[in-house]
T-cell receptor
Framework: GAGVSQSPSNKVTEKGKDVELRCDPI?????LYWYRQRLGQGLEFLIY????????KSGLPSDRFSAERTGESVSTLTIQRTQQEDSAVYLC?????????????FGSGTRLTVV | AQSVTQPDIHITVSEGASLELRCNYS??????LFWYVQSPGQGLQLLLK??????LVQGIKGFEAEFKRSQSSFNLRKPSVHWSDAAEYFC???????????FGSGTRLSIRP
């Protein structure tokens, strides 16, 4: 597609429920990144994919967080047993390849609210 | 480890006035440096980037930034701001061998009419 698409744009969930956040990167972009942005804070790296593999998942905050990518395209970030501290905007970005020189194209994010 | 500091959380300037947003980084070698802008309800957009060469970098929307190695800084400037420049601005750094970019905490820019 023309840009990075994320869905849903907003998600309100009850504490303890599981949620899935979806990212459709730009077609042909082999690298895909997930970041988290808490209110009033900067972007916190979660995980990146090269193709369908995740060489760096060092930013995932706990084992409640997982992500996968299929077909070198769509990625899903899953948060199990959500907690209130998971409330944030989750941003996805893609780039032509790894190597940050290519720069990122960001989606508009999914705003997650855990009540 | 790489890190980025944006010392100003919130800045307000008058429309038509000049702007400078500060960014300091910590990294052992010459880093890759970026400025992104995030308008309300929108994703981040790349304003400009520095990898090497001329230390004064021109970006979109009339922005420029200057890399100063001696000060470990990469400040963003604009000679005359417009109301549409009101947004959150993020400085970011990465290593040439890195697979991810580290972002600062952001500076929120408000424009006074």
């Amino acid at each position: 597609g023309a840009g990075v698409s994320q869905s849903p744009s907003n998600k309100v969930t009850e504490k303890g429920k599981d949620v899935e956040l979806r990212c459709d990167p730009i077609s042909g972009h082999t690298a895909l990144y997930w970041y988290r942005q808490r209110l009033g804070q900067g972007l916190e790296f979660l995980i990146y994919f090269q193709g369908n593999s995740a060489p760096d998942k060092s930013g995932l905050p706990s084992d409640r967080f997982s992500a996968e990518r299929t077909g070198e395209s769509v990625s899903t970030l899953t948060i199990q047993r959500t907690q209130q501290e998971d409330s944030a905007v989750y941003l996805c970005a893609s780039s032509l390849s790894t190597g940050i020189g290519y720069g990122y194209t960001f989606g508009s994010g999914t705003r997650l609210t855990v009540v | 480890a790489q890190s980025v500091t944006q010392p100003d959380i919130h800045i307000t300037v008058s429309e038509g006035a000049s702007l400078e947003l500060r960014c300091n980084y910590s990294y052992g070698a010459t880093p890759y440096l970026f400025w992104y802008v995030q308008s309300p309800g929108q994703g981040l957009q790349l304003l400009l980037k520095y990898f090497s060469g001329d230390t004064l970098v021109q970006g979109i929307k009339g922005f420029e930034a200057e890399f100063k190695r001696s000060q470990s800084s990469f400040n963003l400037r604009k000679p005359s701001v417009h109301w549409s420049d009101a947004a959150e601005y993020f400085c970011a750094v990465g290593a040439s061998s890195a697979s991810k970019i580290i972002f600062g905490s952001g500076t929120r820019l408000s424009i006074r009419p």
